[in-house]
């Protein structure tokens, strides 16, 4: 089965440069495909100038859920794995998710390493023995514990869920339980096979109280409208809600907000 890679960017000249390299240095052929959303910063023309052999797709702002939507549109293969522009996939990404899908899974993931650039330090994620394999509605209830960039899934079971949704955040977190409401996920091995770099212009460090809420509000919406993981999933967003709207902290990063949770034993 062939792969495509989808790589949604925006504003992201020098990032979606190593996103795309990594693509290409894989042990196993991938099609790449770029899709742009929206840049003013020349990312169109370094893609078409340095990868002039990759698909490119242009939007005009729409968010990454749906940019990787319009990239699997454009995909001409069933296997289908993403790469956010700011991450890279490491040695051995593409085999090992390929070869977790050849043991009869329709949905895989792996695990990546994280580099925070704006407080230091690095995490993995999922973290030591909190990966899961099989049923996922558990655990993806809990948290998000994995990112697009480290997974893989078939055009079968994406357009069964209906792809990404809109949102700046928490749109992949969605996505992952609409697959665990359907599917059970397999697990790549504890190597890491991506790394993600947490920046200041990560939309994972662009966040504040505000935002964390509405995508959680958006979560639980998703959860009563979709039946995403049934009314346990609904309760667990309307408790994280809860706990946000009595919490005055301020997080500048995802990874704070999750560190504030497992402190007050809400994960």
Aim: aromatic share 8%; glycine share 10%; hydrophobic share 45%.
């Amino acid at each position: 089965m062939g792969v495509s890679c989808i790589i949604p960017t925006r504003n992201r000249r020098e990032l979606v440069f190593a996103a795309i390299a990594s693509a290409q240095a894989q042990d196993l052929a991938v099609e790449i495909v770029v899709v742009d959303d929206g840049s003013t910063d020349g990312t169109v023309e370094l893609v078409r100038a340095c990868f002039p052999e990759i698909t490119l797709v242009r939007l005009g702002g729409d968010g990454p859920g749906l940019a990787r939507n319009a990239g699997v549109a454009a995909a001409t293969h069933d296997l289908l794995m993403f790469l956010d522009s700011d991450d890279i996939w490491l040695p051995g990404h593409v085999r090992a998710l390929r070869e977790t899908m050849e043991r009869g899974f329709v949905v895989a993931y792996g695990v990546t390493r994280n580099r925070n650039k704006v407080h230091g330090g690095e995490f993995r994620l999922p973290g030591a023995g909190e990966a899961v394999e099989g049923d996922c509605r558990h655990a993806l209830r809990r948290w998000c514990f994995l990112v697009p960039s480290a997974m893989a899934v078939t055009r079968e079971a994406f357009l069964t869920v209906g792809g990404f949704g809109p949102g700046l955040l928490g749109e992949d977190w969605a996505f992952f339980l609409r697959l665990a409401a359907r599917f059970p996920f397999g697990f790549a091995g504890n190597a890491p096979i991506t790394e993600r770099l947490l920046h200041e212009g990560s939309l994972c460090a662009m966040v504040d109280r505000r935002a964390i809420l509405a995508a959680v509000r958006q979560l639980g919406a998703a959860s009563r409208a979709d039946q995403l993981g049934g009314h346990l999933a609904v309760r667990r967003f309307e408790e994280m809600e809860q706990w946000l709207l009595q919490n005055e902290e301020t997080w500048t990063t995802v990874q704070e907000w999750y560190t504030a949770l497992r402190r007050d034993n809400m994960l």
